[in-house]
């Protein structure tokens, strides 16, 4: 090549695998189409180097975190609770003292629990799916009125108890009323009061009107509805859930033979029944609706969500920061990372992803939190070193080697 002054040479990483089946793109050697004899002193240097970024700066090493937040569901419960104070004062006669406990238990749940002082023995008197709850944290004085040991008591039935009146100043008492499987009832009547029914031929029609009529009037329409398929002769009833519909032939025997029922029943769901014709209205017939109720309430839950980034490489912070879901992310200036938990949430971060983001701690509390160091996106590779057998070796830092250039490696 004594007539080139200077020459450039591409070598591809995957030029030569047939030769050399060992390459790869962190080292590698190429066989060239033909021979470069060079005669002389030549200098060589690298023009260019294309780094295709087979790397990834989110793995499976560094992807995954968890939030645990508080949920909000509403829950249905099976029993009421009352929590009633009451005041029991020094000096107080014993006859005030049970007056002010009934006043106090009236205002909250009526007179389905009551005192009742007899001479020198105080008798509490409980109603059917009642009970009464008296702790030795709560209810210490009324416990000792009761003249019962300092421990939690609940009373289901009406008992009698010795009478001692407390000789401390208690104002802080508070006894519990549970309320359990309460129901209410209803009479329904499976005519319309006063309606003439002279149209035979529309008679069922008008029956089934007539009683989603008086569901409503009664004010639990929608609680049962009577849906009549003239076409099939047949009558679909949906019972809500809480509901219950009692049908029995000593209070409606011509309604009950229309709808094919022979004997006593109780409704829940859905039924499908056959249509019977009658030739004379049921008059003065009626059936018994029942309704428990069950209260719900808002109650606190604790959940966890485990998620995953896609694993990938991610070319700045905005990419990065919308991959994550339920967290907001700030890039600052100085770029660490701001992130924003609500209170009653907490975030874990594999430990690979909290050093990626900065963070000492992998777990992370309600509150605003600035990442201790900065982002690193760069998956750890911040140079690349290129070494080269065409080159004479030369001291780099302790060592001698082959080093032709340092690139480093930008986000």
């Not at 009037?217 to 809480?242: L, R």
């Not at 029942?290 to 990419?319: A, C």
Request: aromatic share 10%; proline share 4%.
């Amino acid at each position: 090549m004594d007539e080139v002054n200077d020459f450039y040479v591409t070598l591809p990483s995957n030029s030569s695998l047939g030769y050399f089946p060992k390459n790869t793109q962190a080292s590698f050697r190429t066989k060239l189409s033909r021979p470069i004899m060079l005669t002389g002193a030549w200098e060589v240097g690298l023009s260019e180097i294309f780094v295709p970024r087979t790397w990834f700066n989110i793995g499976n090493h560094n992807n995954k975190y968890s939030i645990t937040y508080e949920e909000t569901k509403i829950v249905e419960k099976d029993y009421v609770e009352y929590d009633i104070r009451v005041k029991i004062d020094e000096g107080t006669t014993d006859e005030d003292v049970i007056d002010n406990i009934n006043q106090s238990i009236e205002e909250k749940c009526g007179h389905f629990v009551l005192f009742a002082l007899d001479h020198r023995n105080i008798n509490v008197h409980t109603a059917p799916n009642y009970e009464l709850h008296l702790t030795a944290a709560d209810a210490p004085r009324l416990l000792t009125m009761l003249n019962l040991p300092r421990e939690d008591r609940i009373i289901k039935t009406s008992e009698s108890f010795v009478f001692r009146k407390p000789s401390k100043t208690n104002k802080d008492n508070v006894l519990k009323i549970i309320a359990r499987n309460l129901k209410r009832h209803f009479i329904i009547r499976t005519t319309r009061f006063n309606h003439k029914y002279t149209d035979m031929d529309n008679l069922h029609h008008e029956l089934f009107q007539h009683i989603n009529f008086n569901l409503m009037q009664t004010g639990i329409g929608g609680a049962a509805d009577f849906i009549f398929d003239f076409k099939e002769d047949k009558v679909e009833i949906t019972v809500q859930k809480n509901v219950e519909l009692e049908f029995r032939l000593l209070y409606a025997p011509i309604f009950m033979r229309m709808l094919s029922m022979t004997k006593d029943v109780v409704l829940t769901g859905k039924t499908l029944h056959v249509l019977q014709k009658v030739d004379r209205p049921p008059l003065n017939e009626y059936f018994r609706v029942s309704i428990t109720d069950k209260p719900t309430i808002p109650e606190k839950v604790k959940k966890t969500e485990h998620l995953e980034l896609e694993v990938g490489f991610y070319k700045n912070s905005e990419q990065l920061f919308s991959s994550f879901k339920h967290l907001a992310f700030n890039h600052l200036a100085n770029n660490k990372v701001k992130i924003h938990i609500p209170d009653t949430s907490t975030v874990n971060l594999q430990d690979g992803l909290r050093d990626l983001l900065g963070f000492k701690k992998s777990t992370l509390y309600g509150g605003t939190h600035i990442s201790d160091y900065q982002l690193e996106l760069d998956g750890g590779i911040t140079e690349i070193y290129v070494y080269s057998d065409i080159i004479e070796s030369h001291f780099v830092g302790d060592t001698i080697a082959p080093l032709l250039r340092i690139i480093p490696v930008m986000s």
